[in-house]
């Protein structure tokens, strides 16, 4: 893909899955830390006092306990190891995501499942980042499927043996959402909260947000305007470790996908962005729009490019197409 003279320069680098854009916003004030293998920003119009970053820590400190597969006294590891399975009672924020799972294993027609952890790990990603894939003759096992082998009741689910959840494609907005909702809670007016390309704009005023090249982190492909909403990205080559061995997998298949390279999605909470940017890898955005309110751009890898109609933004690439 060829970009014009001109196309502004991307800020700063991320350690993880995401791809984050550059934005503009008058503010007096960033918090930058690091935390479940992201690196976040929080920009705000006054600085966070020292009670609030508590909170947040503790909040972040909290959900990486429950979720983390990277941990071994995460709730999540103890149901990997449970070898009958068992009972398992999650925080109250995992309704939302395990309902948010349900409505996507159904538009995706299985592509996205919560249960691909154990696959994952099978080609190298896994706890201790061996990156060294397990022979496909040790791993051609029957692939676990969240909606027939879990049974959940609100927060909590039922299993009958050691099953590996990742709630990768969507976890990570999911927390950029509560902890958007600290800092609106505390009185901050205007923020926006960035975890590694999951971001989340709140406040009075609009910013605009460009949108990385999937091949050169100094460049973007083009902007987008937010306004009290989420973007999210995700692309092939930010968590890749081998030729063509990635995170972003189609659970029908087990596999990694090849057709897309990069996806942006904007909806109105991170969490459902987080979860469509992945969706969009393996399932047209019109099988999605029925379930689901977002706007999109994806690029292939061929180098054309996919937008929603009514995107507010631009983008620089003349192999754009838009989709109504």
């Known amino acids: 893909m060829r970009l014009p003279a001109g196309s502004r320069i991307h800020r700063h680098s991320t350690m993880d899955g995401g791809i984050p854009g550059v934005t503009t916003m ?12 992201a690196t976040w920003e929080i920009v705000t119009e006054r600085p966070l006092g020292a009670a609030l970053r508590d909170e947040i820590q503790s909040r972040i400190a909290h959900f990486d306990h429950t979720y ?11 149901i990997a190891e449970a070898p009958r399975g068992g009972r398992f009672t999650f925080p109250d924020d995992a309704v939302a995501l395990f309902d948010l799972y349900d409505r996507l294993a159904v538009a995706t027609g299985g592509a996205m499942d919560p249960l691909i952890g154990r696959r994952l790990e099978s080609l190298g990603y896994d706890p201790v980042y061996s990156l060294r894939p397990v022979p496909q003759s040790e791993t051609a096992l029957r692939r676990p499927s969240w909606t027939r082998d879990v049974v959940r009741d609100g927060t909590t689910i039922v299993t009958g043996g050691p099953l590996t959840i990742d709630v990768g494609a969507a976890g990570k907005g999911l927390l950029v959402d509560l902890v958007t909702g600290l800092l609106s809670g505390a009185g901050i007016s205007s923020c926006v909260v960035d975890a590694s390309g999951d971001l989340r704009h709140h406040g009075p005023e609009g910013i605009r947000v460009g949108l990385e090249h999937p091949d050169d982190p100094r460049l973007v492909i083009g902007t987008i305007r937010l306004h009290g909403q989420a973007l999210c990205a995700s692309a092939i080559n930010r968590r890749a470790w081998g030729a063509g061995l990635h995170h972003i997998l189609d659970a029908r298949t087990g596999e990694p996908v090849r057709d897309v390279v990069a996806t942006w999605a904007i909806a109105d909470d991170t969490m459902t962005a987080d979860a469509l940017a992945t969706a969009l890898f393996f399932t047209p955005p019109s099988r999605l729009t029925p379930t689901f309110r977002f706007c999109f751009v994806r690029v292939f890898a061929d180098g054309r490019a996919e937008r929603c109609g009514d995107l507010d933004g631009e983008l620089f690439t003349p192999d754009s197409v838009k989709e109504s």
């Open 26 to 37: 008058t503010a007096k004030a960033t918090y930058r830390f690091a935390a479940i293998g």
């Open 68 to 78: 983390s597969r990277f941990r071994p006294d995460s709730l999540v590891s103890r």
